[in-house]
């Protein structure tokens, strides 16, 4: 997605695709998630609710998601409508995870022009795994503060977690709300956990006319990032 947004942003084409796609569950996938203390050891029942209490481990999942990228002038050549403007991205690799999610994000926002209260909306990575929650939701409380924190979801309770595939769905999601297509399904609401980050209320929908939604994402080797999308209108 940065990649095709760079393209598109400095005039090399007019626009892109950016897609992802999680590979099909099988034995070896299965293995390779057991391997990284993704999945739920001893064949023990998944959890599957990322950032909330009791959670263990990751449910993979398949599917993917494509966006289309271009230039304004291009939409407005072809009196197109958008569905969301991708206003900043950020990323990080650092010895210090949760340092590395900090300055991600942090890079998103300033890129986008954005400070953090304006944030409407926070699409967490949300693996579900103990130690990769935690680091998140530390590098969120550092970032807005205990008493600003945003409502967070994560779309990996409800559609599992898509690899590749992730961060692309949840650029979909987030785009789709953006434009008031869409409404958070209840199913990829946070229960309770970390105290402090706040969740959307079951049924309750997403906030009013949100502005600015930032989504995070981690690569299975570690680097952090970052994508602030914002609304067309």
Do not use: Y
Request: with cysteine; glycine share 16%; charged share 15%.
């Amino acid at each position: 997605l940065v990649e095709a947004a760079d393209s598109v942003r400095s005039g090399r084409s007019d626009g892109a695709l950016a897609g992802g796609v999680a590979e099909a569950i099988s034995p070896f996938g299965l293995a390779r998630w057991h391997l990284l203390a993704g999945q739920a050891p001893g064949g023990e029942k998944a959890d599957g609710c990322p950032l909330a209490d009791g959670r263990h481990d990751t449910v993979p999942g398949e599917g993917g998601a494509v966006l289309s990228l271009e230039r304004a002038s291009s939409t407005v050549a072809r009196n197109g409508q958008p569905l969301a403007l991708l206003a900043g991205w950020g990323e990080c690799a650092a010895a210090d995870p949760a340092a590395a999610c900090l300055q991600a994000m942090s890079a998103a926002l300033e890129m986008g022009g954005c400070p953090p209260g304006a944030v409407d909306l926070l699409f967490a990575h949300g693996d579900g795994t103990p130690a990769g929650d935690r680091i998140e939701a530390e590098a969120i409380r550092r970032l807005f503060g205990p008493a600003a924190i945003p409502p967070v979801i994560s779309s990996k309770n409800g559609c599992g977690h898509l690899g590749a595939g992730a961060p692309l769905l949840d650029a979909a999601l987030a785009a789709g709300l953006l434009a008031g297509q869409l409404e958070p399904p209840v199913a990829a609401v946070t229960r309770p956990g970390f105290g402090d980050l706040p969740a959307l209320a079951a049924g309750g929908g997403s906030p009013d006319r949100p502005r600015f939604v930032l989504i995070n994402g981690r690569g299975d080797d570690g680097p952090w990032f970052s994508i602030l999308l914002a609304a067309a209108r």
